[in-house]
């Protein structure tokens, strides 16, 4: 049985909080704290991979708190986004 019940500023917060952790992990790699690194690179890219799939973790967790809780159709607005990314060229369904 599941004992979480996440709310919608709770996993704001949690996904900011991850955030962070992704931002300081790159940061930390790439010796802006000033600290001594002594990981090689595929260290540095699973130790950074790692943390970026905790943020989109929580923001899956998000989106079924708004799906859930707050009736957003997550499908609907996922079609829109594609939509918009398509729209600004950032993506194309060529597959030439």
Same mark, same amino acid.
């Given at each position: 049985?599941?004992?979480?019940?996440?709310?919608?500023?709770?996993?704001?917060?949690?996904?900011?909080?991850?955030?962070?952790?992704?931002?300081?992990?790159?940061?930390?790699? &790439?010796?802006? /704290?000033? !600290?001594?690194? #002594?990981?090689?690179?595929? $260290?540095?890219? &699973?130790?950074? /991979?790692? !943390?970026?799939? #905790?943020?989109?973790?929580? $923001?899956?967790?998000?989106?079924?708190?708004? !799906?859930?809780?707050?009736?957003?159709?997550?499908?609907?607005?996922?079609?829109?986004?594609?939509?918009?990314?398509?729209?600004?060229?950032?993506?194309?369904?060529?597959?030439?």
């Amino acid at each position: 049985m599941d004992r979480l019940t996440p709310s919608l500023e709770s996993t704001a917060l949690k996904l900011m909080e991850e955030a962070g952790e992704l931002g300081a992990a790159i940061g930390k790699f &790439r010796g802006l /704290s000033g !600290e001594r690194v #002594d990981m090689d690179r595929q $260290a540095v890219a &699973r130790a950074i /991979s790692q !943390e970026l799939l #905790d943020v989109a973790q929580t $923001a899956i967790t998000m989106m079924f708190v708004l !799906e859930e809780q707050h009736g957003v159709d997550i499908e609907a607005a996922l079609t829109e986004h594609v939509r918009k990314l398509i729209r600004k060229g950032y993506l194309s369904l060529d597959r030439d």
